[in-house]
């Protein structure tokens, strides 16, 4: 279709940004905070800075949300940190914890901003991981259903959005990097154990989110990278599907039917893996009915047939922001991910690809029918203060220009979208790259290897995406 007028978005569609707890917060140590996961995680992640400080939201949470409201937010996309929550396995709520996250809930409310709030973002503490063996083992599954239940009770008044885990999909599909596998070794067959796991806490978390918060709507996060065939040779088009199973479909499947299907039933049953489904898990599943999907994309792929002579290849993400250092997956019998001459990439080799977000929502919206909001789409850069003291961004404001306008295609294509939250509001971590590979549209002042005054400087992404937003998304300024 083409289309010779700007899209049109809905009178009450959620403008507003992203974030997470690790890669924003800080403060790991003050008001009964007591050590996550990833943080010992980052501490992995040299020569990128650990998110002891990061980008000090803890402390500047005020003036970034008036920044917000400057800006014409109308929702934020953030996460709680499980342990300011429950700091140990006494089970007794830290009141310090839930203070911070009700101020920072009744700032947004009183500016008019929705809270769209993802109850797990990777920052599991470690005191579950040493108790129960963390995503291993099931005694995290009350556990995380009690702190659930607390998050509901404690912000539920206010808090409508709510979102289960974050991108349980590329926990699983890059479990080491991520930091939930233990044991590279055995992982292959693990991971399917750990998956019905988290499986499990997500069902906990609906079923109390519907039990617990008059008029919340609850969803799953998956992180979506549309696939499409290299060629129309009939084998791409079903290597591409296997991709998409075994990267995103199998997940997204479950979370709306309730149910394992059939694809994945059956490479278990080939691969002899069992993953301890067990009496009246999937009775329970069944009741966890979710409102909508909270989609993060940022890149897309192409797959092609790969035949059972091939040797297996790990896909080797790009570390260090210098192109050309990705290296695709083979999986032979099933499917090899190559380049898409039809697409730009960024430094880290990721694929600008906007036309991803028009295809994920009608992909999604065609085989679930449920309301969508992109919660995660950005781009990630080297930057730094300008000599005029500014933050120049040409390269964000072409991406979020063209990306949202496929956003707004896909309304008009007929999908449900019920809000755009770009990944991120202000610079954060990256999960691998530190401060180095930045996305916000506001500028945190700080480096990895030195700690600067953490200033707060808009981008000139920020005052671009500030008019899109406030004409709701009409004025899409200058082409540069
Ligand atoms: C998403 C995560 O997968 O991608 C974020 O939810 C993450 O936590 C974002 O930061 C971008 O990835 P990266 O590796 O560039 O930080």
Redesign the pocket.
């Known amino acids: 279709m083409i289309y010779k007028n700007n899209p049109l978005f809905p009178a009450n569609f959620m403008w507003g940004a992203s974030s997470?707890a690790w890669?924003v917060e800080g403060a790991v140590n003050e008001d009964g905070r007591t050590p996550a996961i990833i943080d010992l995680n980052s501490k992995t992640k040299k020569p990128f800075a650990d998110n002891s400080v990061a980008s000090d939201h803890y402390h500047h949470y005020l003036e970034d949300i008036a920044l917000m409201k400057e800006a014409g937010f109308t929702s934020y996309r953030f996460s709680i940190a499980w342990p300011r929550i429950y700091p140990d396995d006494s089970f007794e709520p830290n009141q310090l914890g839930i203070d911070f996250y009700n101020h920072l809930i009744d700032a947004l409310v009183k500016n008019g901003i929705e809270p769209i709030v993802t109850l797990y973002?990777?920052d599991m503490p470690v005191w579950v991981d040493e108790k129960y063996d963390g995503w291993y083992g099931r005694g995290i599954i009350d556990a995380f259903d009690q702190y659930a239940r607390t998050c509901f009770k404690e912000f539920g008044d206010r808090v409508k959005y709510w979102l289960s885990i974050?991108?349980q999909n590329?926990q699983i599909c890059y479990g080491d990097w991520l930091g939930v596998c233990k044991n590279e070794a055995t992982w292959f067959h693990d991971k399917w154990k750990v998956n019905h796991i988290m499986n499990l806490c997500h069902a906990k978390a609906v079923i109390a989110c519907h039990e617990l918060v008059l008029d919340g709507k609850i969803g799953p996060?998956p992180?979506y990278v549309p696939i499409y065939p290299s060629s129309a040779n009939p084998e791409d088009q079903i290597a591409a599907m296997n991709a998409e199973e075994l990267t995103e479909k199998v997940w997204n499947d479950f979370y709306t039917f309730r149910k394992y299907n059939g694809f994945i039933r059956s490479y278990w049953k080939e691969h002899h893996i069992d993953p301890d489904i067990q009496a009246g898990d999937m009775a329970l599943i069944e009741q966890a009915k979710i409102d909508f999907f909270a989609l993060?994309c940022?890149r897309s792929n192409v797959a092609k047939e790969c035949s059972l002579t091939e040797t297996e290849q790990k896909q080797q993400?790009n570390k260090t922001g210098r192109k050309g250092e990705f290296v695709y997956p083979k999986f032979p019998g099933l499917y090899q991910l190559t380049n898409n001459p039809y697409v730009e990439t960024n430094d880290?080799d990721w694929e600008i690809d906007p036309v991803s977000l028009r295809y994920m929502l009608r992909y999604v919206w065609d085989h679930y029918g449920l309301p969508m909001m992109i919660t995660?789409n950005?781009y990630?850069a080297h930057e730094d203060i300008s000599a005029d003291g500014k933050v120049h961004d040409p390269e964000r404001i072409r991406f979020l220009r063209n990306q949202i306008f496929q956003v707004g295609r896909a309304i008009q294509d007929g999908c449900q979208v019920i809000g755009y939250n770009p990944?991120?509001y202000t610079d954060?971590?990256?999960?691998?790259?530190g401060m180095a590979?930045r996305?916000g549209l506001v500028f945190i002042n700080t480096t990895d290897d030195e700690l600067r005054d953490l200033k707060r400087i808009p981008k000139d992404s920020y005052y671009w995406y500030s008019r899109l937003i406030k004409s709701n998304g009409q004025d899409w300024g200058e082409e540069t």
């Open positions: 997470a890669q973002h990777y974050n991108e590329m996060v992180g993060n940022y993400l880290w995660e950005g990630g990944w991120s954060l971590l990256s999960t691998g790259n590979k996305y």
